[in-house]
């Protein structure tokens, strides 16, 4: 192993004191002991700035930026701009990373050269892991014929809706800094929502060979006051989508795997939409056509099944708008659920409510179909079952124009 080669960790920052002590120690803690740990505070209001400057005398390792609040996107570019390290990777300050994280992901990136190294990771929530996930391609070398033959033909779908060929994510790989820089540096600051995607998918295409492995080290804890579940969409995360869009679609199309890039491309941006699907967006109680669900009538006593952030979602605008009765919410981890503030029941709760319809509010189509499976051995009638439906055959590109959202050609 050759322990000399450096990586440079960039952790951006932003009010989030409450888990940073965990994220840091995390870091100094691992085996590879060969990093640098660049933490951006972007504007913290809180303690986190007072944190970082504590690490950094207790760790010479520790590299700290104080800058103004401008996105997670600003952050990361702040801390690769000063960036030694050979290697680069990324840690979000409220989720921490296991001990032998980096050497693992190191150890793979010398014995076969590779530009990338992408690994799984665990979901934990409320202290638990509730998940482990890899990505949905066969671990193991991948040559840039083999990139070109067997992942960018699916690399951000599978073909099953919503489910990635390689997780979009930058905090569970390493990158080559001369390959990652510029695509970094190259997104928009303005993007909010898959920020992360803006840079993996360009640097994946511009990688001369990619290493796939089944560790999952990465800890991403799921918040139900995070940003993204927090923040109601408007005109101006519209605008925000339209940038992401955008970006991607001129990487792509200029790219000669255009022709099964940009399909990829279209249902990735539904699946981000559908997350956010049946939110107000013109403030008039009315469901938009991004509704999940077809045409549910109005009036109708609905259940939702899962609390996920599709679920906090969906369950938020019932609940705000006039179309239907919400009349209960069930997870099957509404424990861990109830201990986060959320008022969440149990699955077999199924039974004793009344209801017209069940909401699966589930993206993955195989989760979705594991949801249903279960919900149908609790009893309820297959057609009270319904499942995000309109990704078959479904315009993309006409949506978005009709949204106001410009595609450029």
Same mark, same amino acid.
């Given at each position: 192993?050759?322990?000399?080669?450096?990586?440079?960790?960039? #952790?951006?920052?932003?009010?989030?004191? !409450?888990?940073?002590?965990?994220?840091?120690?995390?870091?100094?803690?691992?085996?590879?002991?060969?990093?640098?740990?660049?933490?951006?505070?972007?504007?913290?209001?809180?303690?986190?700035?007072?944190?970082?400057?504590?690490?950094?005398?207790?760790?010479?390792?520790?590299v700290v930026i104080h800058k103004e609040n401008g996105g997670l996107v600003?952050?990361?570019?702040?801390?690769?701009?000063?960036?030694?390290?050979?290697?680069?990777?990324?840690?979000?300050?409220?989720?921490?990373?296991?001990?032998?994280?980096?050497?693992?992901?190191?150890?793979?990136?010398?014995?076969?050269?590779?530009?990338?190294?992408?690994?799984?990771? !665990? *979901?934990?929530?409320?202290?638990? #892991? #509730?998940?482990?996930?890899?990505?949905?391609?066969?671990?193991?070398?991948?040559?840039?014929?083999?990139?070109?033959?067997?992942?960018?033909?699916?690399?951000?779908?599978?073909?099953?809706?919503?489910? =990635?060929?390689?997780?979009?994510?930058?905090?569970? !790989?390493?990158?080559? !800094?001369?390959?990652? =820089?510029?695509?970094?540096?190259?997104?928009?600051?303005?993007?909010?929502?898959?920020?992360?995607?803006?840079?993996?998918?360009?640097?994946?295409?511009?990688?001369?060979?990619?290493?796939?492995?089944?560790?999952?080290?990465y800890r991403y804890r799921q918040r139900v006051d995070s940003m993204v579940?927090?923040?109601?969409?408007?005109?101006?995360?519209?605008? $925000?989508?339209?940038?992401?869009?955008?970006?991607?679609?001129?990487? =792509?199309?200029?790219?000669?795997?255009?022709?099964?890039?940009?399909?990829?491309?279209?249902?990735?941006?539904?699946?981000?939409?559908?997350? $956010?699907?049946?939110?107000?967006?013109?403030?008039?109680?009315?469901?938009?056509?991004?509704?999940?669900?077809?045409?549910?009538?109005?009036?109708?006593?609905?259940?939702?099944?899962?609390?996920?952030?599709?679920?906090?979602?969906?369950?938020?605008?019932?609940?705000?708008?006039?179309?239907?009765?919400?009349?209960?919410?069930?997870?099957?981890?509404?424990?861990?659920?109830?201990?986060?503030?959320?008022?969440?029941?149990?699955?077999?709760?199924?039974?004793?409510?009344?209801?017209?319809?069940?909401?699966?509010?589930?993206i993955d189509e195989n989760n979705a179909n594991n949801i249903k499976n279960?919900?149908?051995?609790?009893?309820?009638?297959?057609?009270?079952?319904?499942?995000?439906?309109?990704?078959?055959?479904?315009?993309?590109? *006409?949506?978005?124009? $009709?949204?106001?959202?410009?595609?450029?050609?």
């Open positions: 192993m050759r322990q000399y080669i450096l990586l440079s960790i960039i #952790v951006p920052i932003y009010n989030v004191e !409450k888990y940073l002590q965990q994220c840091i120690e995390s870091l100094i803690s691992q085996t590879y002991s060969k990093i640098e740990i660049i933490l951006v505070n972007d504007g913290s209001s809180d303690n986190c700035g007072a944190i970082c400057d504590k690490y950094k005398i207790l760790d010479k390792r520790i600003s952050a990361r570019k702040a801390g690769m701009q000063i960036a030694k390290g050979e290697y680069i990777g990324f840690v979000d300050g409220d989720d921490w990373v296991e001990p032998q994280m980096y050497e693992d992901m190191m150890q793979n990136a010398v014995k076969y050269n590779v530009d990338v190294v992408a690994a799984g990771h !665990k *979901e934990e929530l409320d202290g638990n #892991v #509730v998940e482990i996930l890899y990505n949905n391609l066969p671990c193991g070398y991948y040559s840039k014929d083999d990139l070109v033959k067997n992942v960018y033909p699916k690399m951000l779908c599978t073909g099953i809706f919503s489910q =990635f060929g390689v997780f979009s994510y930058l905090w569970n !790989k390493i990158f080559r !800094k001369d390959i990652i =820089f510029n695509n970094q540096m190259d997104v928009d600051d303005r993007i909010f929502m898959a920020e992360d995607a803006a840079c993996t998918y360009p640097t994946l295409l511009s990688a001369n060979n990619v290493y796939i492995t089944d560790s999952a080290f579940k927090a923040r109601e969409i408007d005109n101006t995360e519209l605008v $925000r989508y339209n940038i992401l869009y955008n970006h991607l679609y001129r990487k =792509f199309k200029t790219s000669v795997h255009a022709s099964f890039l940009i399909p990829q491309l279209n249902l990735f941006l539904l699946s981000l939409l559908t997350v $956010r699907s049946g939110l107000n967006f013109d403030n008039n109680g009315k469901l938009n056509e991004l509704f999940a669900y077809g045409d549910v009538p109005p009036g109708s006593k609905i259940l939702v099944c899962g609390a996920g952030t599709f679920g906090q979602h969906l369950v938020k605008r019932i609940q705000s708008g006039n179309e239907f009765n919400l009349v209960g919410w069930v997870d099957n981890l509404y424990q861990m659920y109830n201990n986060l503030g959320l008022a969440v029941e149990s699955m077999v709760q199924v039974n004793k409510l009344i209801y017209d319809y069940v909401l699966v509010a589930f279960r919900l149908l051995n609790y009893g309820v009638q297959s057609d009270k079952i319904l499942m995000v439906s309109h990704y078959i055959d479904y315009p993309v590109t *006409e949506l978005l124009k $009709r949204f106001g959202l410009e595609i450029a050609d």
